[in-house]
């Protein structure tokens, strides 16, 4: 479970990142974070996992966070094995060596993310939608009980990006709490739950997908024509989410019509 209370951030001389959020997760449920490059979904991430001061405000943790970040790159050669195998360090005492069962964990969990097969590999030659895998794997093998993720299907073909929504939506099943940023709209509505829509720094609005995350909401928050339509998919009435990639303008109108209403 994870609470922030009046939650504010922002880097020394400049303006407010996000002010006056707050925002409550219960365990078993997902919620994803929905924003424009620059609106500061990685600081809040950040700030939540304890890797950030938040300026104002207060965030109430689980303990056993498990944070996945952005793909990065590591100037250390380890085995992609060692990197996951990584994620027992806590669970070993400061002069063990990991026991049997951390090897026998890892390589469950290498198994369960799909990458079983990269164990031998050396982490720096992964392509970045692999490391983003090999990340998934480390934090999951922390036994985190919340797990705080980047934008984890970035760099994932179709067939991964696949993958790891199933392994997020059966990880909440089993009572993990799932906080995620995507700039998937679809995803967000695929995998159910919360969002998290920041359109600015004193408007970050909460509530269930189905309700939040409409064609309206969108065009407003990438400024952009972006439409829903409901499919039937195998017989079963499913929402998809499309952008007009032509139509900047009539995100504008929206925005000039829905500030003249206002006034
Ligand atoms: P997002 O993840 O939504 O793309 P970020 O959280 O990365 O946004 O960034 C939010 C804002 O904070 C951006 O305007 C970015 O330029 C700024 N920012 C990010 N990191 C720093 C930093 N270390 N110092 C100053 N400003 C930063």
Known sequence: MLELMDLGFR????????????LTIASGSITSILGPNGKGKTTLLRCIAGLTNPEEGRVIRDPNIGYVPQ?????????????????????VSTFGTPGKADVAQTRSVLERVGIDHLAASNFTELSG???QLVLVARALNTDCTFMILDEPVSALDLRNQAHVLQLLRELAAEGMGIL????????????????????????????????LVTGETLSRLYGIDV?????LDRGSPRTVVYTRYDNFAVAD??????ESSLS
């Not at 880097?11 to 707050?22: A, I, K, Q």
């Not at 509505?189 to 509530?207: F, K, Q, R, S, T």
């Not at 109108?253 to 829905?258: E, P, S, Y």
């Open 11 to 22: 880097y020394p001389g400049r303006d407010w990142v996000f002010r006056h959020t707050n």
């Open 71 to 91: 793909a990065t790159t590591s100037s250390f050669a380890y085995s992609v094995f060692d990197m996951v195998l990584m994620g027992r360090a806590k669970k």
């Open 129 to 131: 939608g692999q490391r």
């Open 180 to 211: 995620l940023t995507t700039h998937h709209p679809d995803h967000a509505l695929h995998l159910g739950g919360d969002a998290v829509v920041m359109y600015g720094p004193e408007e970050i609005v909460v509530g269930g997908v189905e309700s």
């Open 227 to 231: 439409a829903t339509e409901t499919v």
């Open 253 to 258: 109108d929206d925005l000039r019509l829905k």
